[in-house]
């Protein structure tokens, strides 16, 4: 198994408050990228990075952002947690973007009240 | 209407039935996926193909560029293989990005 964690695993938090999301990697990968899935919907992207302090919106970044400043750590920010930012995130990595598999993290449960 | 649509949405068998799940795309792609979600979340990737045909034990992967659709067959179905199992494609060659159906459920039962 590809050596990525994510932090919290589950988290509850209110409406209006700064989360912070993160994912760790062992592998040494250059890429890294942030999704949501919520129900009724595939995986959707949230922001992606090619490197350290190399990041690229993805489909729904609004209302998130991202910092990369190690290669191994790639954090999620919500600046301020909406209801409609409840769902589960995973972080993925991949060490070349076009033709490797992306080997993902176990998921972060998160549910804003 | 989605750019990957997956077919069925859910499906049940009985332990040793062969397993069919479609995939239907409607951008030029440069590789499709297929993943494993396991009741527990984990994601997994199964297989990454541009053409033909990929086998991994009982699982087999085919995609046929010119129609825009891949199947992912199961052989000799194990409850074990019960999952959601996701298709995703890299549109075009020059993108990081990944686009991605919306699963299809599968329960095998004993």
């Known amino acids: 198994d590809a050596g990525i964690t994510q932090s919290p695993r589950h988290k509850v938090t209110e409406t209006g408050t700064p989360v912070t999301l993160r994912c760790h990697q062992t592998e040494n990968h250059r890429y890294m990228y942030w999704y949501r899935q919520d129900p009724g919907h595939g995986l959707r992207l949230i922001h992606y990075?090619?490197?350290?302090?190399?990041?690229d919106k993805g489909e729904v970044s609004d209302g998130y952002s991202v910092s990369r400043s190690k290669t191994e750590d790639f954090l999620l920010t919500l600046e301020s947690a909406t209801s409609s930012q409840t769902s589960v995130y995973f972080c993925?990595?991949?060490?070349?973007?076009?033709?490797?598999?992306?080997?993902f993290g176990p998921g972060t449960r998160l549910t804003v009240t | 209407k989605n750019e990957v649509e997956q077919s069925p949405q859910n499906l049940t068998a009985q332990e040793g039935e062969f397993i069919t799940i479609n995939c239907s795309y409607s951008v030029g792609i440069s590789a499709l996926h297929w993943l494993q979600q396991h009741p527990g979340g984990g994601i997994v990737s199964l297989f990454m193909?541009?053409?033909g045909k990929k086998k991994h034990g009982r699982l087999i992967a085919t995609i046929n560029i010119q129609e825009k659709h891949s199947s992912l067959h199961i052989t000799a179905s194990h409850p074990r293989d019960s999952a959601v199992y996701i298709c995703a494609v890299r549109e075009g060659s020059n993108t990081d990005k990944l686009i991605f159906g919306t699963g299809t459920r599968l329960q095998v039962f004993p």
């Open positions: 193909l541009s053409s």
């Open positions: 993925a990595i991949s060490p070349h973007r076009r033709t490797y598999e992306q080997y």
């Open positions: 990075s090619y490197g350290v302090k190399d990041t």
